[in-house]
């Protein structure tokens, strides 16, 4: 998926990768308004039915294939010299925790991952949070029975190499409904604007996400009087360097 000027502009690239048992098509909203923002978004098929613990190998090869196929558009219009971005969801968020860390140094490209969203990320005993080494913001919501919240704060909690980290728990949403959502993603779009653009104030920045100014319109953690949209939080938390 691509902006709609992409034959005259270029944009950085995000690696999605999508839950065990949810083909991509299903995030395709919320894809969508990613790469409407301005971002090229690849989005592969891994084997939706099973669980695949090297789901990470997919999206790392899905940058190399992307880079070995950049004189080809869409590709040609992904600007590498901004950055790369990692998103996922369940499954396949595990495997962006797994891409963000231990998994940088299989990439053949010389591109760099500089930022990392993961919806609910899944895991059975290992979580590999405390490998991350990009800045990475943790995504949950309260009504999620899959991955419990206190399972993806932890994982927050477990991140202690990244420059930057956030974790949001977000009132009344499931395990799916938030990762679909093509108005929450606002906020992943500005994560990455943050990381990836170097973008810090205005709308979808590093304020949005930080407040660092303390008057941020819309911040994630704090007020949300007069926003479109209303993303209540039961626990918000961040780590910024």
Wanted: proline letters at 5%; charged letters at 15%; glycine letters at 8%.
């Amino acid at each position: 998926m691509y902006p709609a000027d992409a034959l005259k502009n270029r944009y950085p690239l995000i690696a999605f990768a999508h839950g065990m048992g949810c083909a991509t098509s299903g995030y395709s909203n919320m894809l969508k308004s990613v790469a409407a923002a301005g971002y090229i978004v690849i989005a592969p098929d891994a084997d939706e039915n099973n669980w695949c613990e090297r789901q990470w190998k997919d999206q790392i090869h899905g940058i190399d294939l992307a880079y070995q196929r950049r004189a080809e558009f869409p590709f040609s219009a992904i600007d590498w010299s901004a950055g790369v971005g990692l998103l996922g969801h369940s499954m396949g968020a595990h495997a962006t925790v797994q891409s963000a860390g231990w998994g940088l140094p299989s990439l053949k490209s010389p591109v760099k991952v500089k930022a990392a969203v993961a919806f609910a990320p899944q895991e059975f005993g290992t979580s590999y949070a405390n490998d991350v080494k990009t800045p990475i913001f943790y995504v949950s919501g309260s009504s999620d029975h899959i991955v419990a919240p206190s399972k993806v704060s932890q994982q927050y909690d477990d991140t202690t190499n990244a420059t930057s980290k956030v974790f949001a728990e977000v009132v009344g949403y499931n395990h799916m409904n938030l990762a679909t959502s093509n108005t929450f993603s606002y906020f992943s779009v500005a994560f990455f604007n943050c990381h990836i653009h170097g973008k810090s104030t205005g709308g979808g920045s590093c304020d949005s996400i930080y407040n660092t100014s303390g008057n941020a319109w819309c911040p994630l953690c704090g007020n949300l009087t007069g926003c479109p949209h209303q993303w209540p939080m039961m626990e918000c938390k961040h780590h910024i360097v």
